[in-house]
């Protein structure tokens, strides 16, 4: 369970974060979505203890998040992987794990990789694998972690078309299997919308949250969802909601992924 009251951060003369409040619940999955700059990392960052407000709070468990990240019950996926370049992807991956102080399950960590797509990748090392490659690992060690709470920063930003929606449904997969809470940060409205339970919106200068809109597509969801017509009524709502919290003065563009 994660709780945020009233964060606010600043950094010089901007505000990044103002005022931010919200809740996800055990087992729940909250998107937030909003144009690039709103916030959305700094709101994750704070979440997962990276980040000292300048006032309000987070807690995750009811716990302050630093807490919670030294008994390895909050697992991360930044924008931008963060494997270690001396291991191989199979040690990255169960490395998490030897760091809790937990079975490393390795035969369970191959086959993780295997399923997404990275069975032959086990034994390289991050400079012998593509960006997109790197980035499905750091998912990977994520979900191995097995931590109660994940939080996930544009974790798919490096991955193609089909690939995004594979890494989608594995992720979709283990959060069913888990009930784990996740709160996932991206600039795609689709994906906010096929993801979650709810999409927090955020609006950027200052940066806010907005509304919080209920998803009310049947789970589980799959890439064929997205055809649906319940879909893209569900994605057009909230464009509207960006839109009408769009400054005048900008012409912000939303990625249609
Ligand atoms: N460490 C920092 N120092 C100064 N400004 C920052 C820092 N981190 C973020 N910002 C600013 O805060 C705002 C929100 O940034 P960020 O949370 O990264 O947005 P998003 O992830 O939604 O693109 C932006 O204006 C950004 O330039
Ligand atoms: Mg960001």
Redesign the pocket.
Known sequence: MIDVEELTVR??D?L?LDGASLSVDDGEFLTVV?P???????LLRSVGGLQTPTSGEARVGGDPPETAQSAGDLGFVFQSHTLFPWKTALENVVFLRELAGRDPERERARERLDTAGLGDAVDAYPRELSGGMCQRVAIVRAMHLGASTLLMDEPFGELDELTRYDMAASVLESWRDSDRTVLFVTHSVPEAVLLGDQVIVMADNP?RIVDRVDVSLPRPREESTMDTAGFAEQVAEIRQVLRQNRGDDEGAIYAER
């Open positions: 950094f010089d901007v990044a909003g690039s700059g709103c916030g959305k990392t700094t940066g």
